[in-house]
């Protein structure tokens, strides 16, 4: 993106704080201008009491003094937090855009994008928007209007003298721009390993039971210590730079300032000047130099702040491919059937792993879908809340085609288990009435019952206020599952997706949750995924997906009767012993 249209867009986020940034300028300005008349005080202050030793003089210029001072404090005040506020602001509304976006995106691009990069996004990226603003209003409206004040007050003492000053001055600003251009390389490789530290802490403690069952920690322990090594050796590079910064100014400080007492001192010996010109001349040169310095980080600042919405932009920039479309109506609640047809899907474009399926399912049905792992059933489950999109033929529901409602309304009908449990860091009882969480508790204990969870529930310290913990991690496998049918349960739509939903448990906790997906599937339509066909036998019909096709179905004697793939399946389960982990069908 062209940098100036990044500008113009980034200054859409400041409008709604303009009110506050033209106080803020306001402010800034009587800063530099309170700034300016310090300096230029001290003529008075010495010509008039010390050199002419005048009585009036004395009592007016110290409430003179004493007034600028103040004023100077009060705008200081109100400038410094108002941009500090304005910075938070931005960072906020950032936040909240970015994340509100994120969560528009369809299930592809989470596939797609690493979770350290979106993370980074909302915290960091967003904080160095902030910094890059603060810092150009600061610089141009603080430091830029208090040098140009400050020239103007030494060229009003003595003009003679300020050409002197400001021909040394561009000279200071020679090392000023040399380490500027070394600290912005050193700035972006600053950020690539920060973003490498984040990469490897999210991985390993996302992963930390893998990195303790391969015995990988030493392994992690110098993969990361390599990189914070690496990070370290930058920061010292930029520690060295920063630290001949400050000497060589103050050396080509000195240079100048000695040409001006030389040449000042000897204007006042020779009458020209007064003692009080020449020193409001040089504390005014002195103040000089903390604003150049503040000017001079304006670049990097703004550099990095560029560089950072550009990241963001682009992540706001993309567009959610799967969306409601213009005049999307509202799916009626569904009283007849589900209907693919000729429905084929592709997660790539080229190869597709869904083939021209038909399915009708009655309101009611239960049917099952088996076969081998990696035939497709998971994404045809998944085409139905439109997590994906058909990439040919249509889903109906009641006739309605599932492109002209709304998500909302399609995913109100659905309930959906899988095999991987998501549960949030939160109590139980939040867990189970996610969705909706102003259901009674009376609603909340009747679901836990029908789940069977009651029990366990009932067990654990806090009962229904326990923390789970991440993920679930303090409860076993069987209990996340339970909380999760209880949750289905409690958002009672008439349409269930259950898709493995036994698969990851040990038989004594699948007994369990068997009972329960008996309760929750009871007056629903379900589609059933199941590893285990012990579990679908009763189903109304199996449908049997091999490679993306529907090869067979029918009822679960018909199907074995017939001798084809499920009879197949069947025999491959049910004539070996069954061994533990084994998800393969
Ligand atoms: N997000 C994805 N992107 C690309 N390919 C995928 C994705 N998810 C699954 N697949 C592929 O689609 C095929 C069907 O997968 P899936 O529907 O999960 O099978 P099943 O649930 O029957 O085991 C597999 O070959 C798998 O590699
Ligand atoms: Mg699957």
Redo the contacts with the bound molecule.
């Keep these: 993106m062209h940098d100036k249209k990044l500008v113009l867009r980034l200054l859409c986020f400041l409008k709604p704080h303009k009110v506050k940034i033209g106080i803020a300028i306001s402010c800034m300005i009587m800063v530099s201008a309170m700034g300016s008349a310090q300096a230029y005080m001290i003529k008075p202050l010495l010509d008039e009491i010390f050199v002419k030793k005048d009585r009036w003089m004395l009592d007016i210029i110290p409430f003179v003094l004493i007034l600028v001072f103040v004023l100077k404090g009060v705008f200081n005040y109100f400038a410094n937090s108002l941009l500090d506020i304005l910075g938070q602001g931005i960072i906020s509304d950032l936040r909240k855009n970015i994340f509100a976006h994120i969560h528009s995106l369809p299930?592809?691009f989470f596939?797609n994008t690493p979770t350290g990069e979106l993370i980074s996004r909302v915290i960091s990226d967003s904080m160095l928007i902030q910094m890059a603003v603060s810092r150009a209003l600061a610089g141009v409206f603080k430091d830029l209007f208090q040098v140009f004040g400050l020239v103007c007050v030494v060229m009003y003492l003595n003009w003679k003298l300020a050409i002197i000053a400001l021909v040394f001055l561009p000279l200071a600003f020679i090392p000023v721009s040399h380490f500027a251009r070394k600290f912005r390389k050193l700035s972006t490789t600053n950020q690539q390993t920060v973003a490498q530290v984040s990469n490897i802490l999210h991985e390993t403690i996302t992963g930390h039971k893998i990195v303790k069952a391969f015995g990988m920690e030493q392994y992690e322990i110098n993969r990361f210590s390599e990189t914070v090594d690496k990070l370290f050796g930058i920061i010292k590079k930029d520690i060295k730079n920063n630290s001949l910064q400050g000497p060589i100014m103050e050396l080509m400080g000195g240079l100048g300032i000695t040409a001006i007492i030389w040449y000042g001192g000897h204007q006042v010996i020779t009458g020209q000047s007064t003692p009080g010109v020449f020193f409001a001349f040089l504390t005014s040169i002195i103040m000089i130099y903390n604003p150049i310095k503040g000017i001079s980080n304006i670049n990097s600042a703004i550099q990095q702040g560029l560089a950072a919405a550009t990241r963001i932009f682009t992540l706001l920039d993309t567009k959610s491919t799967i969306q409601d479309k213009p005049g999307a109506i509202l799916l009626p609640p569904f009283k007849k059937h589900i209907e693919f047809k000729n429905v084929s899907f592709s997660?790539?474009g080229n190869t597709d792993?869904?083939k021209d399926i038909n399915l009708n399912v009655r309101y009611g049905e239960m049917l099952a879908?088996v076969?081998?792992?990696?035939?497709?059933?998971?994404?045809?489950v998944?085409l139905i809340p439109r997590f994906?999109e058909v990439t040919k033929g249509s889903i109906q529901i009641d006739g309605h085609d599932l492109r002209d409602v709304t998500m909302k309304s399609l995913r109100d009908q659905l309930a959906i288990v899988s095999q991987q449990t998501i549960l949030f860091n939160d109590t139980v009882k939040n867990n189970i009435a996610y969705g909706d969480l102003n259901r009674s508790d009376e609603e909340i204990i009747a679901a836990a019952k029908a789940a069977h969870a009651y029990d366990f529930i009932k067990e654990l310290p806090d009962g229904f206020d326990t923390i789970v913990g991440e993920s679930g991690a303090r409860l076993s496998g069987g209990q996340q599952q339970r909380l999760s049918i209880a949750r289905a349960l409690l958002k009672n739509a008439p349409i269930l997706i259950l898709?493995?939903a036994t698969s990851a448990l040990d038989t004594e906790s699948e007994r369990e949750v068997q009972k329960a997906l008996e309760n929750l599937m009871q007056n629903r339509t379900t589609f059933v995924?199941a590893h285990r066909l012990s579990t679908v036998r009763n189903a109304d019909r199996i449908v049997v997906?091999q490679e993306?096709r529907i090869v067979e179905e029918g009822r679960h004697d018909q199907l074995l009767a017939s001798e084809g793939a499920y009879t197949t399946l069947h025999n491959m389960q049910f004539d070996q012993p069954r061994s533990v982990g084994d998800n393969s069908l």
């Excluded at 076969?371 to 045809?380: A, F, H």
Aim: glycine share 20%.
């Design positions: 299930i592809s596939h997660y790539d792993i869904l879908l076969g081998t792992s990696g035939g497709g059933k998971t994404t045809l998944n994906f898709d493995e995924i997906i993306g």
